[in-house]
């Protein structure tokens, strides 16, 4: 029911944190796993690493914001291995900054690398999937998808991750029927890069201590089985869903 041994897994933005971990717990459990990200040194190492430990891995460099990068790294992923079961949509940034302060060319950075880049893996990977009538599609939101932030202020990144949650629901509806399943997973507060400086001040630290059920902040560690589980047959009946891993976050 959990197996997912052989099954050739892409994940994006695998060079570092959240991404490199999903890649390692998959290449563990026995799938395939494409790593693929924008910064090509890291991405080396990161494939390396596992290489090394006896995975079956590949790196294939991909800036989600390019149409042709996402488009290519679904067929290499084909040519590679022979098949793609299951897409990780990870690659994500924020530039956190008050809204009146944000440039719109930074705004459109954000919603183009978290949104749009969502829908080109999306797309790339439904393309493939829908040929085979089969595939799973994972999306990485955040709790700020669902809920505004009193912590820090980044509305650039909260609406696009809303819009990542609402994309997973709109493409469950419209290949359900063609076999493919699009789920997402909302992580709260990991301690990687992407969170460096936020979890470095104080305030945000106590005040997001304060609103964890579990009183502390998690690890991309925290967040794998969750991904291993929606990608196994034990969630055939699970499309369109969001599944929180975040430390009861959202019960506040
Ligand atoms: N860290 C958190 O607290 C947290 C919470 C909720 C959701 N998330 C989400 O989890 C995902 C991973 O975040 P993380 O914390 O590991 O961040 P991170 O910054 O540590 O890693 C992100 C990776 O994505 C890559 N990337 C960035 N832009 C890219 C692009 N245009 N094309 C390809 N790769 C690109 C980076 O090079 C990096 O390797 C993101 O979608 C993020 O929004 C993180």
Not at 13 to 30: I, M, N
Not at 110 to 117: D, E
Request: glycine share 10%; hydrophobic share 50%.
């Amino acid at each position: 029911m959990f197996d997912i041994t052989d099954r050739v897994v892409v994940v994006t933005g695998a060079a570092r944190g959240l991404g490199a971990a999903l890649a390692g717990a998959f290449a563990a459990a026995g799938a395939r796993v494409v790593l693929s990200d924008a910064r090509l040194e890291a991405l080396e190492a990161t494939t390396q690493a596992l290489r090394v430990g006896g995975a079956a891995v590949a790196a294939v460099p991909c800036d989600v914001s390019l149409e042709d990068d996402v488009d290519a790294l679904a067929t290499s992923a084909q040519t590679i291995f022979g098949a793609l079961d299951v897409w990780i949509n990870n690659a994500g940034i924020n530039i956190p900054k008050p809204a009146e302060q944000l440039a719109f060319a930074e705004w459109n950075r954000i919603v183009t690398t978290n949104l749009g880049g969502t829908f080109l893996g999306c797309r790339a990977a439904g393309r493939l999937m829908l040929e085979r009538g089969a595939g799973c599609i994972i999306n990485i939101g955040s709790i700020h998808g669902h809920v505004g932030s009193y912590v820090h202020r980044a509305a650039a990144y909260n609406a696009a991750k809303a819009g990542v949650i609402n994309l997973t629901r709109s493409l469950a509806l419209e290949w359900g029927e063609r076999g493919i399943r699009v789920n997402a997973i909302s992580p709260g507060p990991l301690a990687t890069e992407l969170m460096t400086t936020r979890l470095a001040d104080p305030d945000y630290r106590r005040k997001s201590l304060e609103r964890l059920a579990l009183k502390r902040i998690g690890t991309p560690d925290d967040v794998v089985g969750a991904a291993i589980f929606l990608a196994t047959p034990a969630a055939h009946w699970i499309t369109g869903h969001t599944l929180a891993v975040d430390g009861g976050w959202l019960a506040a």
